[in-house]
């Protein structure tokens, strides 16, 4: 990184904390706001983060690696998160596996090689009665079908 | 000690706070253990209970030292109206509860819970360095363990982590107890290690991931100590020490640090509080080690040097009114070093430039032994046996080769040479006492005392007063002994008064003019044992506190200093590091010279070798080092 590119980081994180309290327990809205801006936390801000929390790096990056919504490696511009719980499972979830990966040429959990799409199973999400479902980004779609989650992802830029 | 720790908001509510009255009103509760009505403490835990009543509970998590976690499970008990079975560790006793701590249930439980420890610890008994001092193994054994219920892994999952010169991290044997983390975060506030990842796919891991060479461990080894399985260890140089031993053409020498001959005793099974000093020196020998010198000769030589420099200092900032970097820490110890270098780099300064005794000794053995003994320094193979992980670090640090060869090659533990000396098929406590070689001989009281906290300090100030002051320091302090420095409280602070000076040794003659500067002036000094009140100080002086008004400040980076070290026999707690400290003060207190000064040896070294005196160029050449702004961000 550039130390242009780190101060701007250092500066952006301190606003950050700042906004959510210099606090061990802003540490989630706090990176929070680094994933939604950056798509994920690179180790610089991890330490920065830690830095301004008076907390350990390694702490920050405990709790990235638990969360799966956090992430500490560059993922693609969008994140499409399928659903694996039974539910959506027995809904047929298996087809539409297939014809995304098919469609993308890439399997679940890698990205697309133009970066435009990142590719993850997801734990439950609530739409039990309405599987398939998948995530895109922050939108929900539920009662896919092959079809309908080519036409989503081909519609995501 | 618990209390202060940092624990998170999540484990706040389990703690209770116990009556400050023993016997006030509805300080005490009628609890039924095992069908039999005793009193407990209010607030006190299950576990705490059970313990005083004489009833065992089995604990893997749990660490006196520790915060409480509650994570391993293996002392569930039941308690009569609760749905599930509770952890005694954790279950603070706040009414008349019954509680049951060995029904058919708990006992299943806990057997399951071990069943399932072992489904995920791979590797044999035999060839792990804890056999017979693992606490996996004895809750297996107690729990007869015949087979594996949920299966036993079969191949290793992660590597092992052989990048650190002190410690070796091999996850495959680890049981998440998370010891380790609370050590590195609470105890020590280093912060390296951390659970990563969740559910079945957690583990102990460092920041990225990186080995631990290459992030900020100050490799103080205190995870290795209270580690309850073979997960974490010190690198083991024995092997290649054997080796040299069995080389005719080489000359083994090894130093003698004063934690490990309190301590050693305990490899075999006998209770901590006992020196083996005389015993160890027929050991070593009996081993196949050429020469065994003490390390606390050169610890004598450390106290010259270090308050020379310190003396230097203040008379450069109190005389000459210079700029100079005040107060002076100690630079003993190279976790305290390290961590220094890594979280407060811009202090570096501070640091006195005096090596460890380790290294003097290191330097002088390669130089001035092997000159006197007509022997090639490249033949001689110089270990040093520590108490202390972080020495093996400290060996290997590429700016210690003064001597023009590794000054000293190899660190040994207590553990590790406790070990060597079974092998050799030696009971050490039934040895014949035997004394060290020449040409350093016995050292001082004052040397030996650096194993306990305060101790470096008690015996710079033994020095001092006398230097300075020409009074015996038995008039100052009753029998020498400095208590304000001593105990085990996490700071220490105190104030010497200089009210007379007196003529300046011929040691010191050329250096200043006479003491008239220093009366007057009170001397303030302080200590800090383990790196988390380590912090604590740096961040008062960062602060501009009392502390960055003291003159001289000793830090060891492992609680309750040298004795407590990372490479000490396993288990360590309070209690036994307390027994440590005793009978480490009670050698110091047996021996007829007790202050570095008065050891005739150092005073020869001045005289045939040292040629310019304490901090004069032949010793900054082979007594002193520099050190290297660390810094912990990680690129």
Not at chain 1, 12 to 25: A, P, Q
Not at chain 2, 184 to 200: H, M, N, P, S, T
Request: aromatic content about 8%; overall charge neutral.
């Amino acid at each position: 990184m550039l130390v242009v590119e780190k101060n701007a980081l250092s500066e952006e994180i301190e606003g950050y904390v700042n906004k959510y309290g210099k606090d061990r327990s802003s540490l989630l809205p706090v990176l929070q706001a680094i994933q939604r801006k950056h798509s994920y936390i690179n180790d610089f801000a991890q330490q920065e983060v830690a830095r301004l929390l008076d907390i350990h790096p390694v702490e920050v990056f405990s709790v990235i690696s638990f969360y799966s919504f956090l992430h500490s490696k560059p993922t693609g511009r969008n994140i499409v998160r399928l659903c694996q719980t039974i539910s959506c499972d027995m809904a047929n979830k298996s087809k539409v596996v297939q014809a995304i990966e098919r469609e993308l040429g890439i399997k679940f959990g890698e990205t697309t090689k133009d970066n435009r799409i990142t590719l993850e199973f997801t734990n439950c999400i609530g739409m039990c009665d309405q599987g398939p479902a998948m995530i895109v980004n922050d939108r929900v779609y539920t009662k896919l079908d092959p079809e309908k989650a080519v036409n989503i992802l081909n519609e995501i830029k | 000690m618990k209390e202060k720790l940092r624990a998170p908001k999540a484990q706040q509510p389990l703690i209770v706070e116990k009556p400050t009255l023993e016997d006030g009103i509805g300080s005490k509760v009628t609890v039924e253990i095992n069908e039999k009505k005793v009193q407990v403490l209010f607030g006190q835990t299950i576990l705490e209970a059970c313990k005083e009543n004489q009833i065992h509970v089995p604990t893997l998590c749990h660490h006196p030292d520790l915060c409480i976690a509650g994570n391993c499970r293996i002392c569930v008990v039941e308690v009569e109206g609760m749905r599930t079975l509770q952890t005694a560790c954790s279950f603070p006793i706040t009414a008349p509860i019954k509680i049951k701590t060995s029904s058919p249930m708990v006992r299943k439980a806990r057997r399951h819970i071990i069943d399932l420890l072992l489904s995920e610890h791979y590797g044999e008994c035999y060839s792990c360095v804890r056999n017979n001092n693992c606490e996996l193994q004895t809750l297996a054994k107690e729990y007869g363990v015949d087979s594996y219920t949920f299966g036993h892994v079969q191949e290793p999952v992660y590597e092992v982590d052989l990048s650190s010169y002190s410690v070796v991290r091999d996850m495959n044997k680890c049981v998440n107890c998370r010891r380790c983390v609370r050590t590195c975060i609470d105890l020590q506030e280093v912060g390296v290690l951390e659970a990563i990842g969740r559910g079945d796919k957690t583990h102990i891991g460092t920041f990225l991931e990186k080995p631990l060479a290459d992030v900020i461990c100050i490799n103080c080894g205190q995870c290795i100590n209270r580690c309850p399985t073979g997960a974490l260890r010190a690198n083991d140089p024995s092997d290649v020490i054997w080796n040299a031993i069995d080389d005719p053409t080489k000359h083994v020498v090894i130093q003698t640090a004063p934690s490990p001959r309190a301590a050693i005793g305990e490899v075999f099974g006998l209770e901590p509080g006992k020196s083996f000093t005389g015993e160890l020196n027929t050991a070593l020998r009996r081993i196949g080690f050429d020469v065994v010198f003490d390390t606390n000769f050169t610890a004598d030589l450390t106290i010259i040097e270090e308050g020379t420099e310190l003396i230097l200092r203040l008379y450069k900032a109190l005389v000459k009114k210079e700029q100079v970097a005040l107060p002076q820490f100690t630079s003993c110890s190279p976790g305290w070093v390290k961590y220094l270098e890594h979280f407060y780099p811009e202090y570096i300064d501070n640091l006195s430039s005096a090596k460890s005794p380790q290294q003097m000794f290191g330097a002088l053995i390669k130089t001035f032994y092997a000159q006197k003994k007509g022997i090639d320094p490249k033949d001689i193979v110089s270990v040093a046996l520590m108490p202390c992980a972080a020495k093996k670090f400290e060996c290997n640090r590429p700016e210690m080769v003064d001597s023009g060869y590794k000054d000293v090659d190899f660190g040994l533990t207590t553990r590790e040479l406790g070990q060597m000396i079974q092998e050799a098929g030696i009971y050490l406590p039934e040895m014949p006492k035997s004394n060290f070689d020449d040409p350093f001989g016995e050292a001082s009281g004052a040397g030996l005392i650096f194993g306990a906290t305060g101790g470096v300090m008690e015996a710079a100030l033994r020095s001092v007063i006398e230097l300075v002051t020409g009074k015996k320091v038995e008039d100052v302090f009753a029998n020498a002994d400095i208590t304000p420095v001593r105990g085990f409280e996490g700071i220490k602070y105190a104030e010497i008064p200089i009210t007379e000076v007196g003529p300046v040794p011929k040691l010191l003659q050329h250096l200043v003019p006479d003491w008239n500067w220093l009366k007057g002036a009170t001397l303030k000094i302080a200590v800090a044992h383990g790196t988390a009140n380590a912090k604590k100080i740096m961040d008062d002086i960062k602060a501009g506190g009392k502390f960055s008004e003291c003159h001289f400040i000793e830090f060891m980076a492992c609680p309750g200093g040298c004795l407590g070290g990372g490479g000490q026999p396993i288990p360590t707690d309070e209690e036994i590091r307390k027994m440590r400290a005793k009978a480490i003060y009670d050698e110091d207190n047996s021996l007829p010279v007790r202050k570095s000064h008065e050891n005739r040896h150092v005073a020869e070294i001045y005289d045939v070798f040292l040629t310019d005196g304490p901090c004069g160029h032949i010793s900054h050449k082979l007594l002193h080092t520099h050190y290297i702004k660390r810094g912990k961000y990680i690129a």
